[in-house]
């Protein structure tokens, strides 16, 4: 049995599962919880070969139609790559022209099918690292502007400079890929798309001062600096109209801390500017790769749980028309109903506890709990990929069966037993992970504990920068 986090004075749930109507494709949602973004680590990586490169398999299937099962309005799937050499990370889903095939098509059109079956709407996040893509995958990447991260490139870890997008490559990099990458999803069933436009990728490169030092016509004003969410966006219509019923969303930063980062006031701008283009919903988290703030810097944060509610609350109001979500540190039902009772958001998104109950929404909105499980990890943000990505894996690995339910196979982290060993584990693949880096190789791996034998590793060779 799972151990929660202790909620003194319950409340009543029921505000969190009112529908939402999407104001633009009019699609209604069936509560306000959005499963955010997590990336699930475990695609292929198979750069030479575009058969199986970044293609999702019977896993990804599983867990998305598990999510499904488990109560959340939407569920959003781990960043999607737009383009085979600006990864996330190796293990990435990719959808690419030069990746196209019936396969591909009719693994992700399972993914959909299988999810909408069960009445959440699926949507695919959509992204591109830019010059947050690991140098493993490409020493060399593109960016808005040629400003390379300040991060010590050490082991496994490092990142190239990266190349300013001409004005040309902009269109042909990046709008059309996003382009591509959303009518493919259209095709094969998904409801709708979310651009990653937080968290320091590209999208986030170019609303930056930080990252985008650009002349042309996508650098300078705030206006400019976002002009390219507009574009893309209405790229993206122009292929699927707003008629289809196809959704389009953007996860976009409340702040970034950092020296000229994305500062909350231009936030609230970047959010005016691009509020009244169509998007259907707006996902606030905050941070960048330099600084990931996935954790509490004031106190009052802390009181109202949500890291970004505080930024959040400025943004809001400058919203007229989308839906907005907050997502990040939302654990108990009081935290979440005060927030929705406050207007400081529409919905809730949920991330790491989503994948030690993949049913958290079921079990809120039908009065079974008040709180997400007890979490061990604190905020290193490393253990909440090793962990999270695990239990996405272990629900994946069996279909989606009522009997069984959906969290059939999930470690439970707040199991000490379990804890101690899967740490035990955890740290013997750190190790290897760091005793081939000093052989200038790379490996990365979900963690083999309760895997029933079966493992998911993407290994390559560092490349000098
Ligand atoms: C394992 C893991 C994977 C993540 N992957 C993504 C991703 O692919 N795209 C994204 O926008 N955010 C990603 N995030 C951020 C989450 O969507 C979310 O914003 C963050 O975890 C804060 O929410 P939480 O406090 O509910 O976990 C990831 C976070 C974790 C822990």
Redesign the pocket.
């Known amino acids: 049995m799972v151990k929660r986090i202790l909620v003194q004075d319950h409340v009543d749930p029921t505000i969190l599962s009112d529908k939402l109507v999407f104001p633009t494709s009019k699609r209604i949602v069936r509560n306000r919880f959005l499963k955010?973004?997590?990336?699930e680590?475990c695609a292929p990586w198979n750069p030479s070969n575009p058969d199986i490169n970044g293609l999702p398999h019977d896993v990804h299937v599983n867990m998305y139609e598990k999510w499904s099962a488990g109560g959340a309005g939407v569920v959003?799937?781990?960043?999607i790559m737009v383009d085979q050499n600006h990864l996330?990370s190796p293990g990435n889903t990719m959808i690419a022209k030069e990746l196209d095939s019936p396969i591909r098509r009719e693994i992700f059109s399972k993914i959909a099918s299988k999810a909408k079956k069960h009445g959440a709407l699926i949507i695919g996040?959509l992204?591109n690292a830019g010059r947050q893509t690991q140098r493993v995958v490409n020493p060399h990447p593109y960016s808005s502007s040629d400003v390379p991260l300040k991060i010590k490139n050490v082991g496994i870890r490092g990142f190239g400079t990266p190349k300013a997008l001409t004005s040309e490559q902009v269109q042909t990099e990046i709008i059309d890929e996003f382009v591509f990458a959303a009518k493919f999803l259209f095709d094969v069933g998904f409801d709708g798309v979310?651009l990653?436009g937080?968290?320091g990728?590209m999208i986030a490169q170019f609303l930056s001062r930080t990252t985008n030092k650009r002349t042309d016509k996508y650098g300078g004003s705030s206006k400019n600096r976002a002009r390219i969410i507009v574009d893309i966006y209405n790229a993206i219509r122009k292929e699927i109209p707003v008629e289809t019923g196809f959704v389009v969303g953007i996860?976009l930063n409340s702040v970034e801390f950092q020296e000229e980062g994305l500062t909350n006031n231009e936030a609230v701008e970047i959010a005016q500017k691009i509020d009244n283009i169509g998007l259907d919903f707006i996902?606030l988290?905050g941070g960048t790769y330099e600084d990931f703030k996935?954790k509490h810097r004031r106190e009052t944060t802390v009181k109202r749980e949500?890291?970004f509610l505080e930024f959040a609350d400025k943004i809001k109001p400058a919203i007229k028309n989308a839906i907005v979500y907050v997502?990040?540190?939302?654990?108990t039902v009081p935290a979440m109903v005060q927030a929705i009772k406050e207007n400081a958001t529409d919905g809730i998104?949920?991330?790491?506890?989503?994948?030690q109950d993949f049913d958290l929404p079921y079990q809120i909105i039908n009065g079974l709990t008040q709180s997400a499980a007890e979490w061990p990890f604190a905020d290193d943000?490393n253990s909440?990929?090793f962990?999270?990505?695990l239990q996405?894996c272990q629900a994946g690995l069996t279909e989606y069966s009522p009997e069984k339910g959906v969290n059939y196979g999930i470690m439970d982290l707040t199991d000490k037993r379990t804890l101690m060993e899967y740490q035990q584990v955890q740290n013997e693949i750190v190790h290897l992970i760091a005793k081939k880096a000093e052989e200038g190789k790379f490996l990365l791996s979900i963690i083999p504990y309760q895997l029933n034998q079966k493992q998911f590793i993407c290994e390559g060779t560092i490349p000098e920068i």
């Not at 955010?36 to 990336?39: D, I, P, Q």
């Not at 959003?76 to 960043?79: A, E, L, M, R």
């Not at 997502?327 to 654990?331: A, E, I, L, Y």
């Open positions: 955010s973004a997590l990336t680590l959003v799937t781990g960043n996330e996040q992204g979310q990653h937080a968290h990728y996860k996902e988290p996935f949500a890291f997502t990040g540190g939302f654990r998104g949920l991330g790491r506890p989503i994948t943000y909440a990929l962990a999270c990505t996405m």
